[in-house]
């Protein structure tokens, strides 16, 4: 079989070529791409031989998947798998995995991250102590007390949860389903309006599907408390980003963290986020950390042994 990593996956060398060796000890060939393909030709030329393709977050449309004459396997090491045209892989007979589970950690512990940093004012406090400024007019809000809104309880949300508590917040849930061991910790399921209504920070933990995407809704964000924030570590399409820098700029919602947007950044200069006050923007960075892509490396490389082997790992096509 040949196997195409088409993009690096934050690990280092010797990693690399750890995993690589094993697969090769078995008689198969693997090719790892030192950097992302510079165009669709350039990914198409990649895989037309390929039996099998590792990626990470980059796009592979449709016609990446058409133009593997003999693929059928794509290891995404990814939670989410938005990127990848699912619809042409079940035309191709394409098996798909995920990496789910990799990054719960570092998303939650960036999730707070954003909280603290929005609640204490950090970019501020910076930018005064470089400006020979002091400490006037850069009061502060704590967390403890708080009531913190969770969307979302899969396996990040549940890590949030656990820390929020440690915070000593209470926390609201809303999901699609109910989870009796964190309603045992406290939690209470409401409906998102109450949610968003009654929090006063709105942490986002759900994939973008046709279901969620815009979920985030002008209707719903108008209903949150004026002192409140909105973290976004999940999908930018969730949520309504024009709205939510309007109502930012009309001091409607008191601050907003955010990771994910509609793209991948850079981001466009004229995105409604970069110029709305009381924000603190990331560059989709929430599941990067070292423990994580280390992490996340193991997984996709053990799912590739295991489809080599005839069972397919994580599927989510």
Same mark, same amino acid.
């Given at each position: 079989?040949?196997?195409?990593?088409?993009?690096? &996956? @934050?690990?280092?060398?010797?990693?690399?070529?750890?995993? $690589?060796?094993?697969?090769?000890? /078995?008689?198969?060939?693997?090719?790892?791409?030192?950097?992302?393909?510079?165009?669709?030709?350039?990914?198409?030329?990649?895989?037309?031989?390929?039996?099998? %393709?590792?990626?990470?977050?980059?796009?592979?449309?449709? +016609?990446?998947?058409?133009?593997?004459?003999? /693929?059928?396997?794509?290891? !995404?090491?990814?939670?989410?798998?938005?990127? =990848?045209?699912?619809?042409?892989?079940? +035309?191709?007979? %394409?098996? !798909?995995?995920?990496?789910?589970?990799?990054?719960?950690?570092?998303?939650?512990? *960036?999730?707070?991250?954003?909280? &603290?940093?929005?609640?204490?004012?950090?970019?501020?406090?910076?930018?005064?102590?470089?400006?020979?400024? #002091?400490?006037?007019?850069?009061?502060?809000?704590?967390?403890?007390?708080?009531?913190?809104? =969770?969307?979302?309880?899969?396996?990040?949300?549940?890590?949030?949860?656990?820390?929020? &508590?440690?915070?000593?917040?209470?926390?609201?849930?809303?999901?699609?389903?109910?989870?009796?061991?964190?309603?045992?910790? @406290? =939690?209470?399921?409401?409906?998102?309006?109450?949610?968003?209504?009654?929090?006063?920070?709105? #942490? &986002?933990?759900?994939?973008?599907? $046709?279901?969620?995407?815009?979920?985030?809704?002008?209707?719903?964000?108008?209903?949150?408390?004026?002192?409140?924030?909105?973290?976004? #570590?999940?999908?930018?399409?969730?949520?309504?980003?024009?709205?939510?820098?309007? *109502?930012?700029?009309?001091?409607?919602?008191?601050? $907003?963290?955010?990771? %994910?947007?509609?793209?991948?950044?850079?981001?466009?200069?004229?995105?409604? /986020?970069?110029?709305?006050?009381?924000?603190?923007?990331?560059?989709?960075?929430?599941?990067?950390?070292?423990?994580?892509? +280390?992490?996340?490396?193991?997984? !996709?490389?053990?799912?590739?042994?295991?489809? *080599?082997? @005839?069972? =397919?790992?994580?599927?989510?096509?």
């Amino acid at each position: 079989m040949k196997i195409v990593l088409t993009e690096p &996956l @934050g690990i280092s060398p010797e990693l690399l070529e750890k995993y $690589a060796r094993e697969l090769r000890a /078995l008689g198969h060939r693997f090719m790892a791409c030192p950097h992302r393909p510079e165009s669709l030709a350039e990914l198409c030329s990649l895989v037309e031989d390929a039996d099998a %393709v590792m990626l990470a977050n980059m796009p592979f449309p449709g +016609e990446a998947v058409r133009a593997g004459k003999s /693929l059928r396997y794509i290891d !995404v090491a990814f939670t989410g798998v938005d990127h =990848v045209d699912l619809a042409a892989c079940r +035309e191709r007979g %394409v098996a !798909v995995s995920n990496a789910s589970g990799y990054s719960d950690t570092a998303v939650a512990e *960036l999730a707070f991250g954003l909280m &603290l940093g929005l609640s204490r004012r950090l970019l501020s406090c910076d930018r005064t102590v470089r400006g020979g400024g #002091t400490r006037e007019g850069l009061i502060g809000t704590e967390l403890w007390g708080k009531t913190l809104g =969770v969307v979302g309880t899969g396996r990040i949300g549940g890590q949030v949860i656990g820390l929020a &508590l440690a915070f000593g917040m209470r926390v609201l849930a809303h999901s699609r389903t109910v989870k009796p061991e964190l309603e045992a910790q @406290g =939690v209470d399921f409401v409906p998102l309006a109450q949610l968003m209504e009654q929090s006063d920070v709105v #942490t &986002l933990h759900i994939p973008q599907n $046709a279901e969620t995407t815009g979920l985030i809704s002008r209707a719903l964000l108008e209903r949150m408390k004026p002192n409140a924030l909105l973290i976004n #570590t999940a999908r930018g399409p969730v949520v309504d980003n024009t709205a939510l820098a309007d *109502l930012l700029r009309e001091g409607r919602i008191a601050g $907003a963290g955010i990771d %994910v947007f509609q793209q991948e950044p850079p981001i466009p200069q004229d995105h409604p /986020l970069l110029t709305a006050p009381n924000t603190l923007l990331a560059p989709h960075v929430a599941f990067a950390t070292q423990e994580a892509l +280390e992490r996340r490396a193991a997984i !996709v490389f053990d799912n590739m042994k295991s489809w *080599l082997n @005839g069972t =397919v790992k994580n599927q989510v096509c």
